[in-house]
């Protein structure tokens, strides 16, 4: 791996990938917003930044051009098939070889199997619900995205996170492949080590056409059940 793209490279997990990339020796290309640009100053002179929006696929054809892997922040904002355009676009453009990486929550189920509580059940419906009436994101979209990636032969990792905190680091996640399985069921990660499980996917081919759902390996249920 040497050369990878940031898709969403502004934003809290998309700065943490940076900062992984950059030390592990990785040339870095990150794709964010014009108006986030500002966010990324302290990296301006270790990588390349390109501004635009993630689903414009002739941002994204620069942005992925003769890299070997692409990390991928699906965000599902606004009722413009944002995630579905970002994703499809690097799915188009990358290299056929390059591993593509992708973050998502544990609301997306990719065979159906994942058992889910009620409280989280209960947020996507009556949150989910809400912020679609506001038009402000479509979680709907996201869901949509990941069923194109599952569909497709590139070489993809789709990472589910659970629920998130900030925090030092306390080392790459464990992981299962459906939500309701024991030791996922702390539900907590460090944003911080999403960006780096989504990293280390990058050079781990045991995760091609895997959507691992990922929990901190220090909380309680990754302890019991490791
Ligand atoms: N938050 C959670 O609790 C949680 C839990 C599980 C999984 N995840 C997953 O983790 C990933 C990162 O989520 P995050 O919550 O940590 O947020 P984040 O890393 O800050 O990412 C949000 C992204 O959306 C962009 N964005 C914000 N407002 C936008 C708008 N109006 N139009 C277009 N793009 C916009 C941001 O770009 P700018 O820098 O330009 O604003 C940024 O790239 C996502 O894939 C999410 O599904 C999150």
């Not at 950059?22 to 986030?36: D, F, I, N, T």
Request: proline share 3%; glycine share 8%; net charge positive.
């Amino acid at each position: 791996m040497k050369k990878v793209c940031i898709v969403g490279a502004s934003g809290k997990l998309g700065k943490y990938m940076v900062q992984h990339c950059l030390s592990k020796g990785y040339e870095v290309v990150g794709v964010c917003r014009e108006k986030s640009v500002h966010k990324l100053e302290a990296y301006k002179d270790k990588m390349t930044i390109i501004p635009g929006q993630t689903n414009d696929p002739e941002i994204i054809k620069k942005a992925v051009k003769n890299c070997d892997g692409v990390l991928t922040v699906l965000a599902p904002w606004g009722m413009q098939n944002y995630s579905s355009g970002t994703a499809g676009a690097v799915m188009e453009f990358a290299k056929k070889d390059a591993r593509l990486i992708f973050s998502c929550g544990w609301h997306v189920t990719r065979d159906g199997k994942d058992v889910y509580s009620w409280q989280l059940k209960a947020v996507v419906k009556i949150i989910g619900g809400l912020v679609r009436l506001l038009r402000v994101v479509d979680l709907n979209d996201q869901v949509r995205a990941c069923d194109n990636i599952f569909k497709s032969d590139t070489k993809w990792t789709v990472v589910r996170g659970s629920d998130l905190e900030e925090g030092e680091s306390q080392g790459v996640p464990v992981w299962s492949q459906h939500v309701g399985d024991p030791i996922l069921e702390s539900n907590i990660t460090r944003r911080t080590d999403f960006a780096l499980f989504m990293v280390e996917a990058l050079t781990n081919d045991e995760l091609i056409h895997k959507a691992p759902a990922i929990v901190s390996c220090a909380c309680e249920s990754a302890k019991t059940h490791k």
